[in-house]
């Protein structure tokens, strides 16, 4: 015992009780540092590895949060995982994979990744949207489930069986296997937290799938209908100093206010053409940039940054109505390949509008309808492409835009009307007298845009609000006039934009992202709230309140 001078006993007995006490305490913080378990700085930015041997399979190691992201070790794969949709209105996952493992191995583990580390986003996902749409159509859900079961079995059989000589069947092997993983670390993290929610295998397919779901619903003649639509802006001519013209593309997305729990995704994948061996090219489309949903592994909304070595490709998309229902024979087509599946294999694939198209049309079966723009922005290239069953069609329409005043939007539309842009006065004469009133309101309205919308900074407000500029009287039908493009003065239904999102490129490439999350409500100083307008509407894991600022999400794995 350590006698200290000029004390009592007591006291130097309290003393060593006091240092003992702190030499404990000064052991078990290093102990606990050494875990991990103090000093960490609770950023809610979750980090985690994938590693992977022919003996042991697959690992996955969980780093918790406060690490230097640049640190964290690539194994076969890696990711971080920011929860921020209460601050920002998104959360934001990137996954990087590396080239040195199999492409089946690549996939897997970054199924692994998302599924563990966004599983209760997952979770609260398909509370609001599948779950809550099954308990009202329980027989149509069944038959979709059912479609989407048969469906996967064939369309995954094909592709076993071509993958290997064939780089469009191999990447929607890969598609599948990433799907694969995601379940298995779902699952994972659900046992790992001790939680008892079950998902089943169907419900992985639907959230992953969601985007061809409506039309499916179409040939059910079900009541369910989750219909996600949007609108395409694009404009140049914004000179402000740059190197040739900058060519801005906006996109907002129109769905049920339930699927507001939203992801901004960055894949980056080693994956090769052909997985015939090591030496095989990797694929053109190496980075993947997208705004997208919790256990989605596409965009559904559409909208894509695809980059390369030296190369981009912005790709935005928007459904297509086609009035003839016999086009949309589903169920006599299942072994078709979804468009989930479909759109991401050619983004892998492309190495610029034309090779994209070529891998769409791929296996364009009886699915889906959509109308593209595709920018190619280091060649000044701009394409609008049809998507129809059995037929891609692609419209150079560079000319149109590059150095032109003209604001196009595109938006659903009939499949009469999908020569008609806003801006754009080449109408055939039938479609004139048919459609005289609306182009004539609309010409008016963008004249009255072309001369607001002069720099990149005016186009940014278009795309937040141009509500706010009074373009148009306000006796008239501002949703009607504005293709349908989902605001309301007043909401009655939970349904409407829940995001817009703007590129600004030029010759150099991409110059800038920026996404807005959450519903615009016209001529409102009040933002969205849930518990005010439809606080019955299940809305698990989103913010009350949407009222969020533009977003530039900062990657860290270039």
């Known amino acids: 015992m350590l006698k200290v001078v000029g004390a009592s006993w007591l006291q130097t007995r309290i003393s060593t009780y006091i ?63 920011k929860t921020d949709i209460f601050e920002i209105g998104w959360s934001i996952i990137e996954i990087e994979t590396s080239s040195k493992y199999p492409d089946t191995v690549q996939a897997y583990a970054a199924g692994l990744l998302e599924g563990s580390l966004t599983w209760q986003i997952i979770y609260h996902h398909w509370h609001n949207t599948v779950n809550a749409v099954c308990e009202k159509w329980a027989d149509e859900c069944q038959k979709l489930m059912r479609f989407l079961h048969e469906n996967t079995a064939i369309v995954r059989e094909r592709a076993e069986r071509l993958a290997a000589m064939d780089p469009f069947w191999h990447m929607v092997r890969l598609f599948y296997v990433q799907l694969d993983g995601l379940e298995a670390g779902w699952k994972f993290a659900v046992r790992r937290s001790r939680q008892t929610v079950e998902m089943s295998k169907e419900h992985f397919l639907w959230l992953a799938m969601a985007a ?83 256990g989605a592994l596409s965009s559904h909304d559409e909208f894509y940054l695809i980059q390369g070595e030296n190369r981009e490709l912005i790709v935005a998309g928007t459904p297509l109505t086609v009035s003839n229902r016999s086009l949309w024979n589903f169920m006599s087509e299942k072994d078709q390949v979804m468009s989930s599946a479909r759109v991401m294999a050619a983004n892998r694939l492309a190495m610029n509008e034309q090779s994209w198209s070529r891998s769409m049309s ?56 999908i020569n008609v842009a806003i801006g754009e006065n080449e109408v055939e004469e039938e479609e004139e007298k048919k459609e005289e009133d609306d182009d004539e ?16 900074k005016n186009f940014r407000k278009l795309m937040q609000d141009y509500s706010h500029e009074k373009f148009i009287n306000e006796d008239e039908d501002q949703s009607r006039i504005l293709t349908k493009r989902g605001n309301r003065e007043k909401i009655d239904l939970p349904f409407g934009i829940i995001d817009t999102k703007t590129v600004l490129a030029n010759a150099d490439g991409v110059e800038s992202f920026e996404a807005i999350s959450g519903p615009i409500v016209l001529d409102s100083t009040q933002p969205f709230q849930w518990s005010t307008t439809f606080p019955n509407v299940s809305h698990i894991g989103q913010p009350d309140i949407f009222n969020f600022d533009s977003v530039t999400p900062l990657w860290v794995w270039l």
Request: glycine share 10%; proline share 4%; net charge neutral.
């Open 19 to 81: 240092i003992g006490a702190f030499a404990l305490l000064g052991i078990g913080a290093i102990i606990l540092g050494e875990y991990g378990l103090m000093n960490v700085e609770n950023d809610g930015t979750y980090s985690a590895t994938v590693s992977w041997n022919h003996k042991g399979g697959y690992r996955i190691d969980f780093w918790g949060q406060g690490n230097d992201l640049a640190n964290v070790r690539l194994n076969a794969a890696r990711a971080y995982y």
């Open 212 to 294: 061809d779901l409506p039309d499916l619903e179409r040939t059910l003649n079900g009541s369910y209908n989750e219909y996600i639509k949007g609108m395409i802006f694009v404009k140049s001519s914004f000179r402000e100093g740059q190197k040739g013209p900058l060519i801005a593309i906006g996109h907002t997305t129109v769905a049920p206010y339930a699927k507001m729990l939203r992801l901004l995704k960055r894949y980056t994948f080693g994956y090769h053409v052909l997985p015939v061996s090591k030496n095989s090219a990797s694929v053109p489309g190496g980075s993947i940039v997208m705004s997208s949903y919790p």
């Open 362 to 417: 791929l296996q364009n079966g009886a699915d889906v309808a959509r109308l593209w723009v595709t920018l190619e922005p280091r060649d000044g290239i701009v394409c609008l492409v049809e998507q129809l069953p059995g037929l891609i069609r692609p419209t150079d329409i560079s000319k149109k835009i590059i150095n032109s005043d003209v604001l196009w939007a595109i938006s659903e539309t009939q499949l009469s009307e």
């Open 441 to 456: 309101t609309k010409n008016e309205l963008v004249t009255r845009l072309q001369s607001n919308i002069t720099t990149a």
